[in-house]
């Protein structure tokens, strides 16, 4: 959500967002992580009367699944790039979904434009609704440690007393040195402690929630193919 080094902050041009750069610019493996934060938000309880914020929506990656599956006006976005967010509202959402004789659905009007919402704040308030679920599918990956305590710190009014919040994130045990850099996935992804992409321990995730009314839970892996880790902060 905040300024990083990954360059996500640059609005994509009309002509980027027309040859389809938006799927490329938050990370490819469009179908599979789409699918991936859906099924995983249904495998641990979500059901289509729940309201869902999805934080770091980007285009609707994983949007588009829930959008489909929520009841209208149930799923709400937040991204900090307004290119992302257009993307997403006027071209995946037209052809996101297929009918029973192959014809594509255009979803729009299953969530009103004001449910996405940008802001590079974590500026929760704005939506003014109060969430069963929330998830931020690798957001905590790209932002310093003081913007997951703002993300952490704005979103706990708006969350329901019970209710869930899934992050995504890169693990590092426990002490290890902030100046040494990990890899994941085999090598693919470099990690770090002081930049983009950034690592965490899950006593920094502890840190980050102390007396913010969250309780924190990890949850380990998930089934994301860059090996983010997946935390559960419960609201209090």
């Known amino acids: 959500m905040s300024d990083h080094s990954s360059g996500y902050g640059r609005e994509l ?3 980027e967002v027309a040859a389809d750069a938006h799927r490329d610019f938050v990370g490819g493996r469009w179908q599979e992580i789409g699918r991936l934060q859906f099924d995983f938000l249904v495998a641990r309880g979500l059901r289509p009367r729940d ?3 999805d934080i770091g929506c980007g285009p609707l990656r994983g949007g588009i699944h829930f959008i489909h599956y929520l009841e209208p006006g149930h799923y709400y976005g937040i991204d900090r790039n307004a290119s992302l967010l257009e993307a997403g509202l006027r071209l995946e959402l037209s052809a996101a979904a297929v009918g029973p ?6 979803l729009r009007g299953r969530i ?3 449910h996405l919402l940008h802001s590079t704040r974590f500026e929760f308030e704005r939506l003014g609704v109060r969430a069963d679920y929330a ?3 690798s957001v905590f990956t790209h932002v310093p440690l003081n913007s997951v305590r703002l993300c952490l710190a704005n979103l706990a009014p708006w969350m329901k007393p019970g209710a869930s ?8 045990e426990d002490g290890h040195p902030v100046a040494q850099s990990l890899e994941h996935s085999g090598g ?4 770090w402690g002081d930049r983009d992409p950034y690592h965490y321990s ?7 929630a102390r007396g913010l009314g969250w309780g924190l839970e990890p949850l380990g892996e998930w089934g994301h193919p860059a090996g983010q880790e997946m935390l559960r902060f419960s609201r209090c």
Do not use: K, W
Not at 101 to 106: H, K, L, S, Y
Not at 202 to 208: E, G, N, S
């Open 202 to 208: 899950v006593d920094d995730m502890r840190h980050c």
């Open 188 to 191: 693919a992804i470099q990690t």
């Open 51 to 53: 309201i869902l914020v």
């Open 135 to 137: 998830l931020a599918q």
């Open 112 to 114: 009103p434009p004001g």
């Open 165 to 172: 919040f899934y992050a995504s994130y890169f693990r590092c």
């Open 101 to 106: 004789e192959g014809q594509a659905i255009d």
């Open 13 to 15: 041009s009309e002509d």
